[in-house]
């Protein structure tokens, strides 16, 4: 194997028990990371002073944000300290943790790629003590298409993106990105809300970057209180404005475009109603994906969250 040299990103907020365990995942790899950077937006000195009296052999580049810059921002603040020296960049968020493998795995299937690309593969669902839920591992794998048949049969990088087989983070990736794009425009940082990670995958697609899915478990990812998955704060109204605006292409098919207008537009409706915008809970209510739905009992229930958002906002 060809000698690389990898940077791990690490943002993170007043949750240093969990950051304590993500960086030990990143330390006991079989394939010894390059540096470690980690993006710090706590209220607090607690991630400051066990990150200068931590002992270890890899470098540590570590960065408090006073006052706190937000996911986006801060990412984009850790991917700017990326030694000019390294070849590769892994985003892993402060509750989540890698398997011991995964710089392996991730590398090994990208060793021999000439082009830019991007390498991920499964995750480990876990509830916040760490315990691995083996029941949602399956599911969400399944959902997203992190299985054996889409090896075999592989999504296009656009349709990789959409169906959130990219996941939102554990991927690794060519640095040359960087040079050129931050992680978020921070202009577009309020519209996207949760979709944060959305949004860069659909521009990793869009820039024709080589999607590339490893039939491997690589992170486990931990479900907190303030979890994607559990909280459903996952700005799926922005994700489905996205797909609206992708035209139809040999990459995303109309039959696809419609699978993913569908997996998002229930989810975009109730966000839509929970951030005051009854405008367009309408729009996206009576749009072409959710008409089907209307007169089902969900679209009921939608119905009157929408008619409450409208008469009191």
């Known amino acids: 194997m060809k000698e690389v040299k990898i940077s791990i990103g690490i943002p993170t907020y007043n949750r240093?028990?969990?950051?304590?365990?993500?960086?030990?995942?990143?330390?006991?790899?079989?394939?010894?990371?390059?540096?470690i950077i980690i993006g710090d937006d706590s209220s607090n000195d607690e991630t400051e002073d066990y990150i200068t009296n931590l002992n270890c052999n890899i470098k540590i580049v570590y960065v408090h944000?006073?006052?706190g810059l937000g996911q986006g921002k801060n990412i984009n603040k850790i991917v700017a300290q990326i030694d000019t020296v390294s070849h590769k960049f892994l985003l892993l968020h402060d509750d989540d943790l890698l398997e011991p493998n995964a710089l392996l795995d991730?590398?090994?299937?990208?060793?021999?790629?000439?082009?830019?690309?991007?390498?991920?593969?499964?995750?480990?669902?876990m509830e916040e003590n760490g315990s691995k839920d083996m029941e949602h591992t399956e599911y969400y794998n399944n959902l997203y298409g992190r299985t054996l048949e889409k090896l075999q049969h592989p999504f296009?990088?656009?349709?990789?993106?959409?169906?959130?087989?990219?996941?939102?983070?554990?991927?690794?990736?060519?640095?040359?990105?960087?040079?050129t794009e931050p992680y978020i425009y921070p202009e577009n940082e309020k519209k996207i809300g949760g979709a944060v990670d959305f949004d860069f995958g659909v521009r990793l697609a869009q820039m024709e970057y080589k999607f590339i899915f490893v039939n491997k478990y690589i992170s486990?990812?931990?479900?907190?209180?303030?979890?994607?998955?559990?909280?459903?704060?996952?700005?799926?109204n922005y994700a489905y404005s996205v797909v609206k605006k992708i035209p139809k292409s040999k990459e995303l098919n109309e039959n696809t475009r419609s699978v993913c207008l569908d997996r998002f537009v229930r989810q975009a409706i109730v966000r839509a109603v929970r951030d005051?915008?009854?405008?367009?809970?309408?729009?996206?209510?009576?749009?072409?994906?959710?008409?089907?739905?209307?007169?089902?009992?969900?679209?009921?229930?939608?119905?009157?969250?929408v008619i409450k958002s409208f008469i009191f906002h």
């Open 106 to 125: 991730l590398f090994s299937a990208v060793e021999h790629e000439t082009s830019p690309c991007v390498s991920f593969g499964k995750q480990f669902i």
């Open 16 to 35: 240093l028990n969990f950051l304590k365990l993500a960086l030990d995942s990143c330390l006991n790899q079989s394939l010894t990371p390059y540096e």
């Open 220 to 236: 486990d990812y931990r479900l907190t209180a303030v979890s994607l998955l559990r909280n459903g704060n996952d700005g799926s």
């Open 156 to 179: 296009s990088s656009v349709e990789s993106a959409l169906f959130q087989q990219f996941p939102n983070n554990g991927y690794l990736m060519d640095n040359i990105f960087f040079k």
């Open 276 to 305: 005051g915008n009854s405008k367009e809970a309408i729009s996206l209510f009576f749009d072409g994906p959710h008409r089907k739905y209307i007169f089902t009992l969900g679209g009921l229930k939608r119905a009157m969250l």
């Open 65 to 67: 944000n006073r006052p």
